[in-house]
């Protein structure tokens, strides 16, 4: 079954529902990732933990949202965030946004991972948005191999490695994709091998604001 790797980059105090639905559904959900302010910000806000607890107590995995720049930010920055996010929410995942695709960066990731997993990070997630080299599969638990728009969706191609990895290591987030089309895409992303995905019919600066209504409905067995 498709499982659901949710960018919640929305607030508990504006869409508390979602939030609440989200718990509810542990089966359908793999990973929330959390980012209250593109990454830690400055102070813990405290808003989020009761709808994070929630989650904990649900068993659903929770990842912290961190910009890694395409390997561009420090490294020793992108673990304080870790360390803010453990310190102050409790997670126990990581998601590297805007991670590279490119071998001569994965010395760096992998070096990343390593030091996430020190810190206590079980889960590791990497958001390349496109497929990347082959060699990043083996250091982190769920690769985003696609990020874009639905007619960007359709014409996809999907590299002949990924089928020697577990569908569960791969995710897709697409959006501006009308609800109706919503079983359609589900059932894609199974044909190309990603075991994860989230969908959206939102669009602009962040797509990611809210929990489509139909999006749980769509995947209930």
């Not at 359709?154 to 109706?180: C, G, I, M, S, T």
Request: glycine fraction near 10%.
């Amino acid at each position: 079954m498709t499982r659901l790797v949710v960018p919640a980059y929305f607030h508990p105090a504006v869409r508390p529902g979602d939030w609440a639905e989200l718990a509810r559904h542990p089966q359908q959900v793999r990973l929330v990732v959390l980012n209250p302010a593109s990454g830690p910000g400055t102070l813990c806000d405290e808003v989020f933990l009761p709808a994070l607890e929630r989650l904990t107590e649900a068993g659903i995995a929770v990842a912290g949202y961190v910009d890694t720049g395409y390997g561009s930010c420090p490294a020793a920055d992108v673990l304080a965030q870790i360390q803010r996010y453990a310190d102050w929410y409790g997670v126990t995942g990581v998601l590297f946004d805007r991670a590279s695709a490119l071998s001569t960066d994965l010395a760096h990731y992998t070096a990343l991972a390593g030091a996430a997993r020190e810190l206590g990070m079980a889960t590791v997630a990497f958001n390349h948005g496109a497929h990347p080299a082959e060699g990043y599969a083996a250091q982190a638990d769920l690769l985003g191999t696609f990020e874009g728009t639905l007619p960007s969706y359709l014409d996809a191609v999907v590299p002949r490695w990924v089928r020697r990895w577990p569908a569960d290591r791969f995710f897709h987030l697409v959006y501006e994709v009308p609800e109706n089309y919503f079983g359609k895409v589900c059932r894609l992303a199974e044909h190309r091998h990603a075991g994860s995905l989230f969908l959206t019919d939102q669009g602009g600066l962040n797509p990611w604001h809210r929990v489509p209504g139909g999006l749980l409905a769509t995947l209930v067995p």
